[in-house]
């Protein structure tokens, strides 16, 4: 399978201004990654080539990339980050994952915590859950006022225009799945004995919420997809086909960015190692 992430990439992609139409997307992909075997072949490649690239802008050390997951319980959140982010190691990669704030969070703007934890140069940070759940279980839960939430949008279209120009490439997945799969998900964890950790009773209260969470999806990419932080819908019913899609893409957008290693600061020969 060649590597055509252009291609990929304006498929899922939703584009800055455009209805993101979520509920006529789809939450598979065959007509992109039509087989199995090929698209893990390039999940794999696409891993490696992005800790090679970690490494120049690593090297470079002048720039970032934020990676934000986005998606309901069960689809594929920690995989994603296991399946194209492997390669790279402890070293370059720093995930941050956002539950429920604590006191110290709640005293401050929602904002705050989430300016803390991106990625410092050199590294690619991931966001699994992001600031991006104060319009979407904040707002379906009614945890704060209409209106608050209404400012957000913008708030955070500003925040993340901010932190490109200084520097920091942002991506954004809502990993897409469908009702059925979800069930399929949270049926596993009920019955196989190493899931069953990951059973937690308050996601059934969530799904009986389904309609209003993609609603709220709806209008968080239609009002927050930009040119400088633009959001993809996933397919994730396959996790191979949502492996190879956001490897892809996050490869293409390193590609993109070009991180340079250094010249050397010496001429060749000026030392000898004896
Ligand atoms: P996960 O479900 O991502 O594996 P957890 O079981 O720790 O991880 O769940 C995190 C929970 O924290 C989710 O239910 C999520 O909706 C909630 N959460 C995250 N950010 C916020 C927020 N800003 N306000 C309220 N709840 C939040």
């Given at each position: 399978m ?12 939703v ?22 075997r090929?698209g ?5 490649a ?5 800790d ?14 934020l ?10 959140k ?5 399946g ?11 995930v941050t ?7 110290q969070?709640l005293a ?5 915590r ?41 708030q955070i279209?500003a925040f993340e225009r901010?932190l ?5 490439t ?13 069930r399929?998900r ?9 899931k ?7 996601d059934l ?13 709806e209008t968080?990419?239609?009002r927050?997809?930009?040119e400088h932080?633009?959001w ?6 396959r996790?191979?086909?949502r ?32």
């Amino acid at each position: 399978m060649t590597f055509e992430w252009k291609t990929i990439d304006s498929a899922l992609r939703v584009e800055p201004g455009k209805p993101s139409k979520l509920s006529k997307r789809d939450t598979a992909c065959d007509n992109l990654f039509a087989d199995k075997r090929e698209g893990e072949a390039l999940a794999k490649a696409n891993a490696k080539a992005i800790d090679r690239l970690q490494d120049a802008l690593w090297a470079e050390g002048s720039r970032a990339l934020l990676v934000v997951l986005q998606g309901i319980d069960t689809s594929g959140k920690d995989g994603t980050v296991r399946g194209v982010f492997n390669e790279c190691g402890p070293l370059g990669v720093n995930v941050t994952a956002f539950g429920t704030p604590n006191e110290q969070e709640l005293a401050h703007d929602y904002l705050w915590r989430v300016h803390k934890a991106v990625p410092r140069k050199g590294l690619i940070g991931i966001f699994n859950r992001s600031h991006y759940e104060d319009v979407l279980v904040v707002k379906v839960r009614g945890l704060v006022p209409a209106d608050v939430i209404e400012q957000r949008y913008a708030q955070i279209n500003a925040f993340e225009r901010h932190l490109s120009e200084n520097g920091t490439t942002i991506l954004k997945f809502m990993l897409h799945i469908s009702k059925d799969e979800q069930r399929k998900r949270l049926q596993a964890r009920l019955e196989e004995p190493d899931k069953h950790w990951k059973f937690n009773p308050g996601d059934l209260e969530d799904r009986k919420l389904w309609t209003q969470f993609a609603n709220a999806y709806e209008t968080m990419l239609d009002r927050c997809s930009t040119e400088h932080a633009p959001w993809h819908v996933i397919p994730s019913d396959r996790k191979w086909q949502r492996n190879a899609a956001i490897s892809s893409i996050v490869r293409g957008a390193l590609e993109t960015m070009m991180p340079l290693y250094p010249k050397a600061r010496w001429k060749p020969g000026e030392f000898i190692i004896e």
